[in-house]
């Protein structure tokens, strides 16, 4: 399907995509990517670790962070003062107050990067991803039957893209491998339930 199709109206769910998924460009300026393209390369970008497999994309978090070596979410550092207000834009974007947004995730895709076939944790909410530097094609599936269900877009720089409801809960998403440096900045809430949890991992009990 061309990506002209898949291009949603300002704040808006792009057509033939599933429900709860929805996608803004230019959600960000021009000179506010600049300055955040400026930033990103000092913060402590470590590749991703997934039960001691480490990933091509390289990986900080603020205010919370989920240890998928067994950890689970714990408190991070945080969000620096240079975030506040992208997570502003983030949170207007999603109809949201921007303390609600409590994670940020930032995604370093060097060459030859991408991301798999996943849903976000369960502890997590709604999920706000914003682009930079370099697009990307964001594609998502969903079991029906045998088969899959699937659709794409191109995520362009300083866009954003909102999961939430079904697109959410009932679709992984995925991104292929860049042939170019990108980042991401992806702002979660986090679920009404998580207090409790979020104690334990604190204190790194069981």
Known sequence: MPAAKLQADLFGRAPDLPQGLQYAPEVISRDEEQRLLQAL?????KEFDFHGFLGKRRTVS??????????????????????????????????LDPAALEHALLIEYRHGAGIGWHRDRPDFGDVIGLSLLTPCTFRVR?????????HSLIVE?????????PSRSEWEHSIPPLDELRYSITFRTLRPTQPARRSRAASKEP
Do not use: V
Not at 41 to 45: G, Q, S
Not at 73 to 84: R, V
């Open 62 to 95: 603020f205010g919370w962070h989920y240890d998928f070596s067994g950890g689970g979410l714990g408190k991070a550092d945080p969000m620096p003062q240079f975030l506040l207000p992208i997570r502003e834009k983030a949170a207007r974007f999603a109809g």
């Open 157 to 165: 720089p300083r866009s954003a893209y909102l999961l939430r409801g």
């Open 41 to 45: 390369p000092a913060l402590p970008f």
């Open 142 to 150: 969903r079991k029906s039957g045998s088969t899959w269900e699937r």
